[in-house]
């Protein structure tokens, strides 16, 4: 069974980096697209970056291009979101999602992904 645990949130100065951490196990990694959302406190949640399985396609909402890069490690089981020069509007719970492949990338990091971690809070203060 597919289990997600994401880790790596915390509270930064705005300028910043954080890097988040989805470690996943009880599935073959690289079947399986991994993307990261987020929900800020009284919004919708909204796709922040994903990243294909084993075509490794990525997507970047425009809010964090430039300065978010996602990345997978397959031996370790795991996907990263190195977050720098964070700003106070990048505050929210982050949460890993997966999705079974074959998907279109771009789509499903707009539309959601089938299953979902715990969520890592991140504060960014001014």
């Known amino acids: 069974q597919l289990q997600l645990v994401d880790s790596g949130g915390g509270l930064v100065q705005a300028g910043g980096s954080l890097r988040l951490s989805c470690a996943v196990s009880g599935v073959t990694f690289n079947y399986y697209a991994i993307g990261w959302f987020r929900q800020a406190p009284g919004k919708e949640r909204e796709g922040v970056s994903c990243?294909?399985?084993?075509?490794?396609?990525?997507y970047y909402a425009d809010s964090v291009k430039g300065r978010f890069t996602i990345s997978r490690d397959n031996a370790m089981r795991t996907v990263y979101l190195q977050m720098n020069s964070l700003k106070p509007e990048d505050t929210g719970v982050y949460y890993c999602?997966?999705?079974?492949?074959?998907?279109?990338?771009?789509?499903?990091?707009?539309?959601?992904?089938?299953?979902w971690g715990q969520g890592t809070p991140v504060t960014v203060s001014s």
């Open positions: 999602a997966a999705h079974l492949e074959p998907v279109h990338v771009p789509t499903m990091c707009l539309t959601g992904m089938e299953h």
């Open positions: 990243i294909g399985g084993t075509m490794s396609t990525t």
